[in-house]
T-cell receptor, first 117, second 118 residues
């Protein structure tokens, strides 16, 4: 079974630009979550989508947005990039339903490393 | 709101020695508990999890953790470490909603860098 795939793996942008990151979850998983990882703030939750609906959201400004498609693939977008947006962006998938041995467990991709100059 | 504190930012240890990585959490509601490992330039991999039942949980690569509800701790242990265990380890919690639902949101600790020396 293929794991979580994130593209691109590395990218460089300049301040003011926007960026779109893509995530393909494990087959059959309906929930996709996004996290930002930085040396200073650590791992922080951005948002979670389930069946194309945002079900949970972290404390990030509106410049950070996401969506999920009918095939469960997800994208996140950051507009008007700032230097502080430089980070590793991690996507995670899960079945997204209650009960069973997989409850609460997230499967992470290798991340998209964004550098903002 | 919930929070996770990993008490050691770095833990150096010699190969074949035992190791304990400490994690305390705070939450007003029931939680699920997890330990993840991150190798350089990679994503996070689940080591083990506590959902309910036995407070001693065993994971991959010989790791185990004990859930202590009274002390709100979930410390990770390994009796004998290997060079390949060198990585960053993250403790995390997710809220246990009514009915057992957890909505993909993990709150992570700041991480503990485990360095195993030969």
């Amino acid at each position: 079974k293929a794991g979580v795939t994130q593209t691109p793996r590395y990218l460089i942008k300049t301040r003011g630009q926007q960026v779109t990151l893509s995530c393909s979850p494990i087959s059959g998983h309906r929930s996709v979550s996004w996290y930002q990882q930085t040396p200073g703030q650590g791992l922080q939750f951005l948002f979670e989508y389930f069946s194309e609906t945002q079900r949970n959201k972290g404390n990030f400004p509106g410049r950070f947005s996401g969506r999920q498609f009918s095939n469960s693939r997800s994208e996140m977008n950051v507009s008007t990039l700032e230097l502080g947006d430089s980070a590793l962006y991690l996507c995670a998938s899960s079945p997204g339903i209650t009960g069973g041995p997989g409850t609460g467990e997230l499967f992470f991709g290798e991340g998209s490393r964004l550098t903002v100059l | 709101a919930q929070s996770v504190t990993q008490l050691d930012s770095q833990v150096p240890v010699f190969e074949e020695a035992p190791v304990e990585l400490r994690c305390n959490y705070s939450s007003s509601v029931s939680v699920y508990l997890f330990w993840y490992v991150q190798y350089p330039n990679q994503g996070l991999q689940l080591l083990l999890k506590y959902l309910s039942g036995s407070t001693l949980v065993k994971g991959i690569n010989g790791f185990e953790a004990e859930f202590n509800k009274s002390q709100t701790s979930f410390h990770l242990r390994k009796p004998s470490v290997h060079i390949s265990d060198t990585a960053e380890y993250f403790c995390a919690v997710s809220l246990r909603y009514a009915g057992g639902t957890s909505y993909g949101k993990l709150t992570f600790g700041q991480g503990t860098i485990l360095t195993v020396h030969p």
